[in-house]
């Protein structure tokens, strides 16, 4: 018979994770959107370029942009990460975003 354990501790990693990602989601919900979304953005430059994964992208720009400079793929990445952290915390506020009486999607 199988150790039951490593199933039980990565059921209860992905339900602290999950946790923590809705709890996160609400703060950003009890903000305005434009704070929300500068806050995501934030934590995205701080938090993203120091990700393995940012590696992975310089890595991927060193080969399809060659004559670019170091810090002009580094500035690259981290408008990536900001990016990302602007569209997750923006997220809680799609549908205001998304409603004609924002005037912000036309």
Do not use: Q
């Not at 990565?10 to 979304?37: G, N, Q, T």
Request: with cysteine.
């Amino acid at each position: 018979m199988k150790n039951p354990r490593p199933r039980y501790r990565r059921a209860v990693a992905h339900a602290a994770e999950a946790a923590a990602l809705l709890a996160v989601m609400a703060i950003f919900a009890c903000m305005p959107v434009d704070w929300a979304s500068w806050l995501g953005g934030r934590i995205g430059r701080l938090v993203g370029p120091r990700l393995a994964v940012s590696r992975r992208a310089l890595d991927n720009l060193r080969r399809v942009m060659p004559r670019n400079s170091e810090v002009e793929n580094r500035a690259i990445v981290r408008g990536m990460w900001d990016n990302l952290g602007r569209s997750m915390a923006e997220y809680p506020h799609l549908r205001w975003i998304c409603s004609p009486r924002s005037g912000r999607v036309t």
